[in-house]
């Protein structure tokens, strides 16, 4: 049995991990590689193997950096079926679509600028009695894949629910175990047998946080053979959750006392968004600040947050006892969402107190953009930052504090308040992987840490072989495990 570790080995997108075992191969995860658009691209661009040898694939969850290259397998030549749980599955649907929109709005802006490049260089050269520079870009630039191919690959498609065995090749079986980390998020738990050897393996996928609001706490791991785990967070201890509210609150009187203005709160459609308004149900259901208008203007976090209300299956206790008690929802009476980009313009007209949830989380697309551009320079205006902000984001450069930001090709004086919010993370921090792991020292044969950069994942591995864990592995990219 081999195990390579194709994606995500001392970086935390392009999941996608290979088990080869009795002539098949399975994939653990497709995932994209993210971060800034032009190497972003080039690093899509292939696949490390044949797509057509590839035999299933089984997915942890829904996140771009963990699904994302799914409909690019299957327009090379992949024709397995994709294993998921049916949150997962469903959310694919959503997530996959808007992803072929942006892939196809980040060629067209890769291509314009290449096209405006190349006609400077000549205007140059011609200015210049010069010839054409060497090195311009001759190709234009592709969308990693269309529309259509996200409809071929939902096809491919078999769920399944928690906790039930499916076989995914021969002599492979496997089961999704509760993640909590996004909405239908799993571990996997699989047994691999061959030449009449049997390995019993985990993938941690993306690892969530007991006490999260509205989804189930995380399943702990059990004794293994192989464990594969992300390491994100692996140095670094989160805020409490529980502070959230309570900042949240405090956020919200700010905007109160000022009567007028904003509280923007740039947050990922998927998740964060249905968190912060968890939250935010809370604050008002609590009487920790008056209630104000709440809107949610990002069509794919309208999306999300419907599909994931249709799911009480996947609601923890506590949500689901505010849905006994007739609260109607985990979310609140009065909570808005536009639909039309007319309703989206229409808010302008909002004099406020008025709180916009809307994506993308790093503030580099989406609506919040036209919020921000409306008042970044204003003194009546707050933003919360509830999540990662990726190098060369704006949402980085808000956060550490620019004097003047670009947004939407126009310059603007930073005078809003900045106010980092980072308890919101759904990933398990330091703390957390260290208490699930700590019972394991002794139950697990091979760690192997993934999905973390090596400041995250170093100081892990440390405290893991401190703990006594016979074999930790911290891979580097195509790495393979043999066992045998
Ligand atoms: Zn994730």
Redesign the pocket.
């Known amino acids: 049995m081999e195990l390579r570790i194709f994606g995500a080995a001392q970086e935390v997108t392009g999941s996608c991990h290979m088990i080869r075992a009795n002539g098949a191969s399975v994939l653990l995860d497709c995932g994209l590689v993210q971060g800034r658009r032009l190497e972003a691209y080039r690093r899509n661009q292939s696949f490390p193997f044949d797509p057509e040898s590839i035999t299933a694939v089984v997915q ?2 829904a ?1 771009l ?2 699904a994302g290259k799914l409909p690019m397998l299957v327009r090379e030549g992949f024709r397995g079926a994709i294993h998921a749980t049916h949150g997962t599955g469903e959310l694919c649907q959503l997530l996959l679509t808007d992803c072929a929109h942006v892939l196809m709005r980040d060629a067209e802006y890769l291509n314009r600028k290449r096209i405006k490049q190349k006609v400077r260089a000549r205007r140059k050269a011609k200015q210049n009695g010069l010839t054409l520079p060497q090195g311009l870009p001759k190709e234009e630039v592709l969308p990693l894949y269309l529309h259509e191919d996200v409809g071929e690959t939902m096809a491919l498609f078999s769920t399944h629910g928690y906790g039930e065995w499916f076989e995914v090749g021969p002599g492979m079986v496997f089961r999704f175990r509760e993640a909590g ?2 909405f239908g ?1 799993a571990w996997l738990e699989a047994v691999i047998q061959e030449n009449g050897k049997s390995w019993r393996l985990a993938y941690s ?2 690892y969530g946080r007991a006490g999260l609001p509205i989804l189930r706490d995380p399943e702990p791991f059990g004794e293994t053979d192989i464990l594969i785990c992300e390491s994100t967070y692996g140095n670094t201890v989160h805020p409490e959750f529980q502070g959230m509210v309570h900042d949240l609150a405090e956020a919200v009187q700010r905007l109160v006392q000022r009567g007028h203005g904003r509280l923007l709160i740039p947050s990922f459609a998927v ?1 964060r968004t249905q968190n912060v308004l968890y939250c935010l149900g809370r604050v008002f259901d609590e009487a920790l600040a008056p209630q104000v208008p709440v809107v949610v203007d990002s069509p794919l976090a309208t999306a999300a947050t419907k599909l994931i209300t249709q799911y009480p299956e996947y609601f923890d206790q506590e949500t689901l006892e505010l849905l006994a008690n007739g609260n109607g929802g985990p979310f609140f009476p009065g909570l808005r969402f536009t639909e039309s980009v007319e309703e989206s313009k229409a808010l302008n007209q909002e004099e406020g107190p008025l709180v916009i949830v809307s994506a993308s989380g790093m503030m580099e697309n989406g609506r919040i953009l036209h919020h921000l551009a409306r008042y970044v320079s204003r003194r009546d205006a707050e933003i919360l930052v509830v999540g990662f902000q990726a190098d060369g984001t704006l949402g980085r450069r808000l956060l550490e504090g620019a004097a003047t930001v670009n947004i939407l090709g126009d310059s603007y004086k930073v005078n809003a308040r900045i106010t980092p919010m980072m308890g919101f993370s ?2 398990a921090d330091r703390r957390d992987l260290l208490q699930v792991l700590n019972p394991l020292a002794k139950k697990t044969g091979t760690m192997i840490l993934v999905h973390g950069e090596d400041e995250q994942r170093k100081p892990l591995a440390k405290a893991l072989r401190d703990l006594g864990f016979p074999r930790v592995e911290e891979p580097v990219e195509k790495q393979a495990f043999r066992f045998s």
């Open positions: 942890s969850h996140h950096d963990h980390h996004t998020s996928g993306d998740g759904s990933h």
